[in-house]
């Protein structure tokens, strides 16, 4: 079978695991607690004054409403703006993003539950996962923003599953995605990133309402010669597709936890072993992969921008108690605290290549001379329990107790309009 | 200075010539015949039901009106859905239906007269022209529609120009055009060839409004290292914008006087010589240039989408006297039409890399033994006033001669409202 028959195949018939759809949950809540952390970021005020005077059934993140596409444009943008959404190593790409916009817009447009919503975004989820590890690394290489690019079909599958759409319509619906999708990494750094996100999102919209109105396609649109895989330096991974319906790779999504620099987690995570220590630290020693030297060690950083890339500041923060995972946390009064500057100075970071990339070692010396040695793999698994209960004190420390108490509770439901309530800052969630 | 540079100061500065802007005002003419004739064709259908509610500034063809990125969509799609209108074969494309839509509604939207939309458009034209040369073959080879892709860069451009956008804005509109343009040849011979002229015309219209709003993106996102070009097997011909700004490619912009793929035009004007043919013929071999055969060359087509990219069939319709420049030859009673077929079978289609891609030879052998050779060069530049006596003809033969004439005092006037009106089908124009 195509990669085409195989994934419409799939969105029309695939049963998700309660395991998969457990964690889609928690990507559900981390997915909205990014957007609505999102609304101020300037990319989200652009695109929300570009869409005045929209109507429609779906609901914007931070209020009011559009046509499904518009909504997913918006919210796919939104919820990405602040780089903190969910990430999927094998993908090389944030897959919520791209795929949750899409299931809402169109549940809300359609009437269907949170759990049909959930499914969907997880089939898209999915699928953007499975056309991201299809397309490969030279694909991204190349220049490709696979969130974008094999997110555009993960939405257009996430769409052909919310909407009933039978195989051969999604077939076509496919062919419309292969033609839209698009997206650069040369737009990391501006707007532009979070901008290709939405733009996924909206090609998912599109492609399956116009499949489904009878709109005409290239039958193998993302693998045929002249397709979107080829045209794209797509590697075409012979196993790309191997058991789909069956394992899920969406189950090994990655949570941020922290509010800055990736390089910098592996550490955080670490020094969360430290909050036993009651003696006064004397120093701190944090080894980690070389590569992260060029990328987040700003020594003494000067604002709470420059903070989000500094392994000594951001140790002194959660050595000295500072919630990394909490945005407002990333301020210039941190960066010039002068407690947390004096901690800051008190840390060196060493590259050590015996180290992978998701890697950190920590040592830290007590005033009594003692010596307590840390490490964290980013790469080993987090039980589901202990995942939930971080997504939650993520989720308090971006919303808010009322709101992220609401948020689990919306989530946990059945109905969808609690969620679109909450998402759209109704009184009743302001908390 | 960068290619994003360049285009950027032409959108600002350039000064179009009279010939220049009196060919465009014949694109115009040719492109509101194309599209009003297109109303019905299903991708239209599809997309104005898609549409339904919309309300906006700008005029969809056929009636209604829509937000301009929406209505730039649409146009584009139907102005295209015949593959009717004008071809540029050093853009490797058409350049009108990615631009007119795109200058129309904005300029309906700002009150702009007719000679600035009409500047816009053709300074939007050029730029994809030379956006097409600078791609290069390649990038087409590729499989690549440039139509839509180097498209998405002209319509951006002509956005620029209608918008009066600084410099330092257009920059960023091309950034975002980048990250946006995609279309694919793969596509050919079903919908989403039309929908992808739609598609380059709906990001020029998204890239200017939401640059001149704010947005940034990549600073060279066409011609950078991992922008658009390089990561589209661009080859960045080093004299594509060589005199641009005072050198119009746009002027030796051809027009479609029969409706049907340009591969077979140089052909069917071969074969206008054969209309002297009393005796039987036996057989017919087209040679054309090689890359012709991977475009126009269906054998045996069985509807009449398909008989419009087929050397045999529109060559047995010449020959029998069916008139290739009426859009309804083209039926699927055509393509299935024994006496045709019987035709058809006869012609042998060869490619010969001696020829150029706008010229055709075509020998035919009669009953009798006779050989008569036929030749035609699409590149021999038609003096405009035959140009423009067949531009009338066209408009009158696809819109009658009420609307023909409605249309021509709508072209050569200042203002749009005219021309708005006739697009929209109101009762004055409706001949």
Redesign the interface.
Known sequence: MSPEDILARFAATATPTPEARAVMRLSLRDWVACGMAGVDE??SR??R??LAGATGPSTLIGGGSARPAEAALFNGATSHALDYDDTHFAHIGHPSVAVIPVALALAEQTGATLDAMLDAALIGAEASIRVGIWLGRGHYE????QT?TAGAFGATLAAARLLGLEARTTRMAI??A??????????FG???KP??AG?AAETGVEAA??AR??????A??LS?????G????GTAAADAFDGLGEDWSMSSVSHKFHACCHGLHAMLEALAGADRIEEQVESVTVATHPRWLRVCAIAAPKTGLEAKFSYRMTAAMALRGVDTAAISSFSDATATDPALCAMRDRVAVLADDGLSDMQARVTITTASGARIELFHDLDAQMPLAARTERIDRKTRALLGEARANALRQATDGAALPALSALLAGKPDYSG
Not at 178 to 187: D, E, H, I, P, V
């Open positions: 300037p990319v652009i695109l004054a570009h190349t220049g490709f923003h974008a062919g419309l292969a033609t839209r999708a698009s997206g650069l990494k040369a737009q501006t707007m532009g901008y290709n733009l309402l116009l109105a009878g709109m005409t396609a290239a193998r649109g045929d010669l002249q397709g979107f080829p045209t794209h330096q």
